[in-house]
C-alpha cells in the first residue's frame, strides 16, 4: 500500500511570494489532515477534512492560508503571502475516519520543508 | 487548557532499556499514541492505548494509567537506530489530536 505522498520535499522562497504544496492521502483514507512542525515541536493542527468538507479549520491563519480537497482525494495547501515566521515543515496525514476505524491512527507523508527568506 | 507533558531529552545506552513519560490533562480521553520521529522525518505510529494496562509490540511497550493522566514508552534492548524523537499525542473528549512536544533519545554506544 503507498503512502502519503507530498511535493515538493524542499522549498525555499522569498518573503510575500506565494507558495503551495500538495498531498495525495493513501488511498481509502477519508480524513486528510495539514500540520505545521516547527523544530523540537509537536505538529500543530491547521485544518482537518472528512472527504471533502473541512471540518476543523480553527486554527488556519485564513488571512494567508488556504486549503482545498476537490473530490475528497488530493488536497492543496496555500500561502499568500508567505511571511519569514512560516519558515516550518508542513505535514500532511490521512486517516481512514472514525466511522471507518476505531482507532483511526494517522498516518503521515514526509512532509515539506519551507524556508521563507 | 490542555496540556501533555513529555520530558524534552532524554539520553541512553545501546542495549539498555529507558522509559519515556508522558502525562496529560486533556478535556476527555478517547486514546493515546505513541509516534518516533527520526531527525528530517515524518512521525510514524508505535503504539495506541485506549484501555489501562501494558501493549507489548516486540521491543516497544506502551502503558496508560487514565485515572493518572498517564503513559509511558518502554523501549528494550536498544539499538542506535532508535535514536530518534518520540511524541505523546491524545485524542481528547473532541476527538482531537493533541500533541506533545516530544521527547529526544539519544543512544550513546
Known amino acids: 500500500e503507498a503512502g502519503v505522498v507530498q511535493s515538493p520535499r524542499y522549498k525555499i522562497i522569498e518573503k510575500k511570494q506565494p507558495v503551495a504544496f500538495w498531498c495525495n492521502p493513501i488511498s481509502g483514507h477519508n480524513t486528510l489532515y495539514w500540520y505545521l512542525q516547527n523544530l523540537g515541536q509537536g505538529p500543530e493542527l491547521l485544518i482537518r477534512?472528512?472527504?471533502?468538507?473541512?471540518?476543523?479549520d480553527s486554527q488556519l491563519p485564513k488571512d494567508r492560508f488556504s486549503a482545498e480537497r476537490l473530490k475528497g482525494v488530493d488536497s492543496t495547501l496555500k500561502i499568500q503571502p508567505a511571511e519569514l515566521g512560516d519558515s516550518a515543515v508542513y505535514l500532511c496525514a490521512s486517516s481512514r475516519g472514525l466511522a471507518e476505524a476505531y482507532t483511526d491512527t494517522q498516518y503521515f507523508g514526509p512532509g515539506t520543508r519551507l524556508t521563507v527568506l | 487548557g490542555q496540556n501533555i507533558d513529555q520530558p524534552t531529552e532524554m539520553t541512553a545506552t545501546e542495549g539498555a532499556i529507558v522509559q519515556i513519560n508522558c502525562t496529560y490533562q486533556?478535556?476527555?480521553?478517547?486514546?493515546l499514541f505513541w509516534y518516533q520521529q527520526h531527525a528530517g522525518e515524518a512521525p510514524t505510529f508505535l503504539s495506541y492505548n485506549v484501555l489501562d494496562g501494558l501493549e507489548e509490540k516486540g521491543r516497544f511497550s506502551s502503558f496508560l494509567s487514565r485515572s493518572k493522566g498517564y503513559s509511558y514508552l518502554l523501549l528494550k534492548e536498544l539499538q542506535m537506530k532508535d535514536s530518534a524523537s518520540y511524541l505523546c499525542?491524545?485524542?481528547?473528549?473532541?476527538?482531537?489530536?493533541?500533541w506533545g512536544a516530544g521527547t529526544k533519545l539519544i543512544i550513546k554506544p
Open positions: 477534512y472528512e472527504n471533502e468538507e473541512a471540518v476543523d
Open positions: 486533556t478535556s476527555g480521553f478517547n486514546g
Open positions: 499525542a491524545v485524542r481528547d473528549g473532541n476527538y482531537q489530536l493533541i
